[in-house]
Structures are given as C-alpha cells and as structure tokens.
C-alpha cells in the first residue's frame, strides 16, 4: 500500500526565516511525486513534479529535491503571501494514474 | 480559461436527502476525479474516470455515484446523505505528463454539511 507522511503538521515561520518541509513516502516503483499549494477555501494549486532520486526543480523561493524515501520542499526567505498548506502526492506504477495524498503542512509566515 | 468549475459551492442537507455535485472542464482532459478533504485525513479517492464512458472506485467510494455525462462533466450524487459525508467535495482533470506522471488540475471544491 502505497503511503505519504508530511512533516511538520504545522509550521510557524518569521519573514525571510528559511525552512524545509519533509514528505516521506513508501511506493511500489515511483512514476512520479508531486507538490501542491492549497490556499484556505480554494483547491490544490499544482507546484512541481519529480521523477527520480536527485532531481530538483525550483521556482520562486522553492525549490523541491527527491531522494528514494523522502522528498523536500526548501523555502528560502518566505514571504507572508507563501503561508499556505502544502501537499505532497505520490503516483505509483502500478496505480495507473491514481494519485495518494499526504496530510498537509501548514504554514504561516508572520511578517 | 475557466478550468474546473464545481457547483455548488456549499449546501446543507438533512440525514436521508439526495443531492448531486457538478463539474465541468474546459481542459480537453481525458480523466477527471472526485476527491474529498477531511481533516488529519488528507485528499482521499472517491471515484474517477479515466476516460469517457469508464468509472472506477476510488479509495472511499461507499456512499455515492458517478456518472461522466461526456469529456467534459463528471457528476457526483449521493443518494441518501450521512452526517459521515460532511466534507469538502474536489473535482480534478488531469492530463498525463511525462512517463504517464498524472499532474491533476483541481476544482475550487464544494462544501458540504449533512445535518
């Protein structure tokens, strides 16, 4: 069974503080790994997806990196406008394009 | 470019009433999804259809309906409500990246409360 844990739950963050968020997963043959922003009331917004262990894409002030068991969303110098919750999905080969969803990381940036 | 637009944004039901959640894109997507979101639950499975005229279940599909009217909608109905689907509803479309990668496209979601 596939499985995805994000961590922390929650995190409170000063403007320009850097951070990283974690997403851990556990997947028969990765086809893919996903990062979403979720704006309160709104749905998803697609971010990035990786494909294999050592890639890195960035935008803006993120930038997400894979490895074979975990994968990081880096936010360097947040601002207030990138307080949102974040969430990490997984694709696995054999579900065809059935996706499974991590909980979610809140966070607050205070200016 | 609209997107994924869901109807309605919120309703309230009483325990045994039926209701169906609309959504429509204006994508060209071949697969669409219906999700729904609780808390410390995270985004779960419902039902999807990878293509018109094909409906799968999803992780939590006890409960509800599916019909994909055509390409571009994607209807869900339950038929006698519980205070167990109090929820928010999210309609996807995705289109297949790279390797078959499914990057979905979500809808702004429907709030619902069974009461």
């Known amino acids: 069974e596939d499985q995805v844990t994000q961590s922390p739950e929650a995190l409170r963050l000063q403007e320009g503080e850097s951070s990283s968020l974690n997403c851990s997963y556990t997947?028969?043959?990765?086809?893919?790994l996903f990062w979403y922003r979720q704006d309160p009331g709104k749905g998803p917004e697609f971010l990035f997806t990786l494909y294999s262990a050592g890639e890195e894409k960035e935008k803006e002030r993120l930038k997400a990196t894979l490895t074979k068991k975990e994968s990081f969303l880096h936010i360097t110098a947040p601002k207030p406008e990138d307080s949102a919750t974040y969430l990490c999905?997984?694709?696995?080969?054999?579900?065809?394009?059935?996706?499974?969803f991590g909980e979610g990381t809140q966070l607050t940036v205070n200016p | 470019n609209a997107g994924v637009t869901q109807t309605p944004k919120f309703q309230v039901l009483k325990t045994g009433q039926s209701m169906t959640l609309q959504c429509a894109q204006d994508m060209n997507h071949n697969s669409m999804y219906w999700y729904r979101q609780d808390p410390g639950m995270g985004l779960r499975l419902i039902y999807y259809?990878?293509?018109?005229?094909?409906?799968d279940k999803g992780e939590v599909p006890n409960g509800y309906n599916v019909s994909r009217l055509n390409k571009r909608e994607f209807s869900l109905r339950l038929e006698s409500a519980a205070p167990s689907q109090t929820s928010v509803y999210f309609c996807a479309s995705s289109e297949m990246g790279r390797i078959g990668a499914n990057v979905l496209t979500f809808g702004a979601g429907s709030r619902l409360t069974v009461l």
């Open positions: 259809s990878a293509s018109e005229g094909t409906t």
């Open positions: 999905a997984v694709q696995a080969a054999t579900s065809g394009s059935r996706l499974t």
């Open positions: 997947v028969s043959g990765l086809r893919g």
